[in-house]
């Protein structure tokens, strides 16, 4: 079946724009994850969607990111005013239930390049 | 808070040979473990995962065994060949903690024929 997608592949801004990502989880999937990997920083998680509940946007790095996830399903995480150590590839994973020992699928990435 | 340390790399080895990467963890309750793989071009996938105390993961010839005396969890492979080279990743998702998954910095494994 599908997998994770992401759109736009790449994404390149000047700086001050705003920007916004794409996820589309495996159908099914309750759980949804952003994360963010970049050359100083690794692997960072962003922010979590489970269902109807809250979402954990305790990883997100400043008041300018935000993400809302429609219907259940597809997320885009918009970033404002976007600064150069925005750059990074922003990767996407949804789970079936959001539980610690689910296997996360994660799609391919925006690749983000703020000029 | 929740951490993850695994050996810098890169690791530069020949085929054939014997391959560790080690990994520690520092988990507030009894996180589930995993190794992530991103291969060149690829996305990231699972690789094995253990969820409990002195469970091993195993997948296409690599090992992981969930050691909490030592909160370790490192991969090993007996014989690496040229397709697996790659970035690798130790993770925890803490099972208090929404499932995220709390990343090490990766290891960049190059097999050389």
């Known amino acids: 079946g599908a997998g994770v997608s992401q759109s736009p592949s790449n994404k390149v801004t000047e700086k001050g724009k705003d920007v916004e990502l794409r996820c589309d989880p495996i159908s099914g999937h309750t759980a949804l994850y952003w994360y963010r990997q970049s050359l100083g920083q690794g692997l960072e998680f962003l922010i979590y969607?489970?269902?109807?509940?809250?979402?954990?946007k305790s990883g997100l790095p400043s008041d300018r990111f935000s993400a809302e996830r429609t219907g259940g399903s597809v997320s885009t995480l918009t970033i404002q005013r976007t600064q150069q150590e925005d750059s990074a590839v922003y990767l996407c994973?949804?789970?079936?239930?959001?539980?610690?020992?689910?296997?996360?699928?994660f799609g391919p990435g925006t690749r983000l390049t703020v000029l | 808070g929740d951490s993850v340390t695994q050996m810098e790399g890169p690791v530069t080895l020949s085929e054939e040979a014997f391959l560790t990467i080690n990994c520690t963890y520092t988990a507030t309750g009894y996180p589930s473990l995993f190794w992530y793989v991103q291969y060149p071009g690829e996305g990231l996938q699972l690789l094995l995962k253990a969820t409990k105390a002195d469970d091993k993961g195993s997948n296409k010839g690599f090992e992981a065994t969930y050691r909490k005396e030592t909160t370790s969890f490192h991969l090993e492979k007996g014989s690496v060949q040229v397709s697996d080279s790659a970035v690798y990743f130790c993770?925890?998702?803490?099972?208090?903690?929404?499932?995220?998954?709390?990343f090490g910095q990766g290891t960049t494994l190059q097999v050389k024929p």
């Open positions: 993770a925890l998702s803490d099972p208090s903690n929404t499932g995220k998954l709390i």
């Open positions: 969607f489970q269902g109807n509940s809250a979402p954990d």
């Open positions: 994973a949804s789970s079936l239930a959001g539980l610690a020992g689910d296997e996360q699928f």
